[in-house]
């Protein structure tokens, strides 16, 4: 159920890996109890044996379902509560007006440069804005999973960017940190060093090399 992620994490993927347990759960029973009666367990009356799987399938499905109908019922109010993300790729998306405004302008901040990257890993920018993806090593998590040579490889690419635009989000990285943001990595350390803030949003900081006084001029209406 979760073969496309490497490193399951906690949060929606928890949902969905429950999933193929519930659905499996009447599938084991009756292999249960058809070994069972295979065994004498409950004699040789089959109506016994259809009994006993038909209750342990209603049990299961009963289960699974109260389980999950508090939280589907939660989701669905919160999905038809949204509204539409608008932007490509997401026809069946829908979330908060305010985080709908905040990815959109993200979005329009990145698209006014020639190419963008994204600390922490948020790749979905890459399709919004229809950039290429500046590196090949791109991860959520990039401190974490990256090591000090590769990030310096990540450096090297985006230096070669004259038209770069960064959206750094200080506060999903701090979720994400176990340290490494203490130890001054090297890819915080280029962002510190030849990056300044243009803009900010509601945590999330566009960032354009030093010296770029055109487009800072620019956001700042000057």
Not at 128 to 143: A, R
Not at 153 to 169: A, G, Y
Request: proline content about 6%; some cysteine; aromatic content about 8%.
């Amino acid at each position: 159920m979760l073969s496309l992620y490497a490193f399951p994490v906690a949060g929606t993927q928890n949902l969905v890996a429950t999933l193929l347990p519930v659905a499996l759960m009447p599938v084991i029973a009756h292999d249960a109890l058809v070994d069972l009666q295979r065994r004498g367990v409950f004699g040789s009356g089959c109506a016994t044996v259809k009994l006993a799987t038909r209750t342990a399938v209603a049990a299961a499905l009963t289960i699974g379902t109260y389980a999950g109908a508090g939280l589907t019922a939660d989701v669905a109010r919160a999905y038809f509560g949204g509204v539409p993300l608008d932007l490509p790729g997401t026809d069946w998306i829908r979330v908060s007006r305010e985080q709908a405004d905040d990815l959109r302008w993200v979005t329009e901040q990145l698209s006014s440069c020639a190419a963008s990257y994204s600390v922490p890993g948020m790749p979905s920018f890459a399709f919004w804005t229809k950039h290429s993806l500046p590196t090949t090593l791109n991860i959520n998590d990039v401190l974490a999973f990256l090591g000090p040579a590769q990030q310096a490889s990540i450096v090297q690419e985006l230096s070669r960017l004259p038209d770069l635009c960064i959206v750094f989000n200080p506060t999903i990285l701090k979720l994400f940190d176990r340290g490494q943001i203490a130890t001054n990595p090297p890819l915080l350390r280029y962002l510190s060093n030849d990056f300044v803030p243009r803009a900010e949003r509601h945590g999330y900081v566009i960032l354009a090399r030093r010296g770029d006084a055109s487009k800072t001029n620019q956001q700042n209406g000057q």
